[in-house]
C-alpha cells in the first residue's frame, strides 16, 4: 500500500504541476514507456554540443508536453495571451541552442536541416537554402528593408512574436488525447 500511496500522491503532484488530469498522465506515461523502450528515460534526443539533456526523465517529458495543451475555453483573453506567449517562448528556446536570446541562422540552419533530415529527398543544401531564406524574410518582418551591408544578427524573442503575429499558435501547437475507441480503430 505504501507503494501505491507514493504512486498516487506522485500523480497528484504531476496533475498540480502541468494541468494534465491522472487519466491524461497516464495516456502519456504509456506513450513515454514506448518511447524510451520501457527505460527510466528517453536518450539521444539531439546530437551535438547543443546544450539540450542527452535524456529527460519522465516528470521532463510531461512538463514539455504541457506546453502543448489546448487552449482552455474557460480563458479570458489574456490568459490566453500569456498561454500563447508561453508556447512561443518554448517554441523559441528549441531554436536557440546556445540560449543567449538570438536565433542565430547557424541555428536556424540546424533545427532545419535536423527535421528535414529523415526526408531523403531533400539534400542538405536544400534545407540549408530554406532555412537561409526563412532568415531573410525574418529580417524583412523585423526590420524592413535592409542596407546592402547591414548584417541580421538573428532573430530576437520580440522579432519572434512578430513573425508569429497572426498565425494560429494555439491550435498548431497542442497534443490531442484520442480516447480507447479511437485507439483501436486506428489499428
Not at 551535438?48 to 508536453?65: H, R, V
Not at 533530415?117 to 524592413?144: F, L, Y
Request: charged share 30%; proline share 3%.
Amino acid at each position: 500500500m505504501g507503494a501505491a500511496h507514493s504512486a498516487s500522491e506522485e500523480v497528484r503532484e504531476l496533475v498540480g504541476k502541468t494541468g494534465f488530469s491522472s487519466d491524461q498522465i497516464e495516456q502519456l506515461h504509456r506513450r513515454f514507456k514506448q518511447l524510451s523502450g520501457d527505460q527510466p528515460t528517453i536518450r539521444n534526443l539531439r546530437k551535438g554540443p547543443s546544450g539540450l539533456a542527452d535524456e529527460i526523465s519522465f516528470e521532463d517529458f510531461l512538463t514539455i508536453m504541457a506546453y502543448f495543451q489546448p487552449i482552455d475555453t474557460a480563458m479570458d483573453e489574456e490568459q490566453v495571451q500569456l498561454c500563447r506567449r508561453e508556447k512561443l517562448r518554448f517554441l523559441f528556446h528549441m531554436y536557440d541552442s546556445d540560449s543567449d536570446g538570438r536565433i542565430t541562422l547557424d541555428e536556424y540552419r540546424n533545427v532545419v536541416e535536423e527535421l528535414l533530415s529523415g526526408n531523403p529527398h531533400i539534400e542538405k543544401d536544400s534545407a540549408r537554402s530554406i532555412a537561409d531564406g526563412a532568415m531573410m524574410e525574418a529580417a524583412s518582418i523585423c526590420v524592413g528593408q535592409m542596407e546592402p551591408d547591414q548584417v541580421y544578427e538573428g532573430i530576437t524573442f520580440d522579432d519572434f512574436l512578430k513573425i508569429w503575429q497572426g498565425i494560429d499558435i494555439e491550435t498548431k501547437m497542442h497534443v490531442r488525447f484520442l480516447n480507447m475507441e479511437t485507439m483501436a480503430l486506428c489499428h
